[in-house]
T-cell receptor, first 111, second 110 residues
Framework: NAGVMQNPRHLVRRRGQEARLRCSPM?????VYWYRQLPEEGLKFMVY????????ESGMPKERFSAEFPKEGPSILRIQQVVRGDSAAYFC?????????FGPGTRLTVT | KQEVTQIPAALSVPEGENLVLNCSFT??????LQWFRQDPGKGLTSLLL?????REQTSGRLNASLDKSSGRSTLYIAASQPGDSATYLC?????????FGKGTRLSVIA
C-alpha cells in the first residue's frame, strides 16, 4: 500500500504566478488535510476535506488560497498570485478518521 | 484555543543515554495525541498515537505517556542511537484537526 504521495516535491514560482500542489491519499483514505510549515515555525493546519466537500477551512488564508478534493483524482491546493511569504513546506495528510499519515511535502519557493 | 508546547527546543545527548521529551497542551478535551519524527527536509513519520482513553503506548525503544487531566505527554527514548537524531513533534487532535508543537530537535552524538 503506497503511502501518501505529493507532487511536485519542489516548486519554484515567481511572484504573481500560480502554484498547484497535488496530494494523493493512501488507498482507502477519504479524509485529506493540508498543513503549512513556515521556516522555523511549527506545522499549521490549513484545510480538511473529504471527497467533494470542504469540512473545515478555518486555517486557510482568506484570499488567494483554495483547495479541492474531487470525486476522482488527487486533492489540489491552489495558491494564486504567490508572494514571497508563501514560501514554505506544504504537507498533506490522509486518514480514515483517526491517525493521520503524512506525505513527504512540497517545498514551495517564491522568487 | 489549543496550544501545544514542547520542551526543550533542542537536546544533545551522547549515544546510549535514555532521554525524555516533553509536550504540554492547554485544552484537555482531546481525542488523541500523536508523536512524529521529522528528518531535515523530509516529511513526518508517525511514531506513536495515544487515544484519549489510553495512558501510554510503546513501540520498540519508544514509550509515550499521556496525562490528559494535566495536559502533558512525554516521549521516552531508551538507549539512544545516532540514527535517532531528528526533530520530534507532538500534536493533539480535538474539535479541530491536529495542533502541533514546534518540536524538539534531538542530536545523538556517537
Amino acid at each position: 500500500n503506497a503511502g501518501v504521495m505529493q507532487n511536485p516535491r519542489h516548486l519554484v514560482r515567481r511572484r504573481g504566478q500560480e502554484a498547484r500542489l497535488r496530494c494523493s491519499p493512501m488507498k482507502g483514505h477519504s479524509h485529506v488535510y493540508w498543513y503549512r510549515q513556515l521556516p522555523e515555525e511549527g506545522l499549521k493546519f490549513m484545510v480538511y476535506l473529504q471527497k467533494e466537500n470542504i469540512i473545515d477551512e478555518s486555517g486557510m488564508p482568506k484570499e488567494r488560497f483554495s483547495a479541492e478534493f474531487p470525486k476522482e483524482g488527487p486533492s489540489i491546493l491552489r495558491i494564486q498570485q504567490v508572494v514571497r511569504g508563501d514560501s514554505a513546506a506544504y504537507f498533506c495528510a490522509s486518514s480514515t478518521g483517526s491517525e493521520q499519515y503524512f506525505g513527504p511535502g512540497t517545498r514551495l519557493t517564491v522568487t | 484555543k489549543q496550544e501545544v508546547t514542547q520542551i526543550p527546543a533542542a537536546l544533545s545527548v551522547p549515544e546510549g543515554e535514555n532521554l525524555v521529551l516533553n509536550c504540554s497542551f492547554t485544552d484537555s478535551a482531546i481525542y488523541n495525541l500523536q508523536w512524529f519524527r521529522q528528518d531535515p527536509g523530509k516529511g513526518l513519520t508517525s511514531l506513536l498515537l495515544i487515544q484519549s482513553s489510553q495512558r501510554e503506548q510503546t513501540s520498540g525503544r519508544l514509550n509515550a505517556s499521556l496525562d490528559k487531566s494535566s495536559g502533558r505527554s512525554t516521549l521516552y527514548i531508551a538507549a539512544s542511537q545516532p540514527g535517532d537524531s531528528a526533530t520530534y513533534l507532538c500534536a493533539v487532535s480535538g474539535n479541530t484537526p491536529l495542533v502541533f508543537g514546534k518540536g524538539t530537535r534531538l542530536s545523538v552524538i556517537a
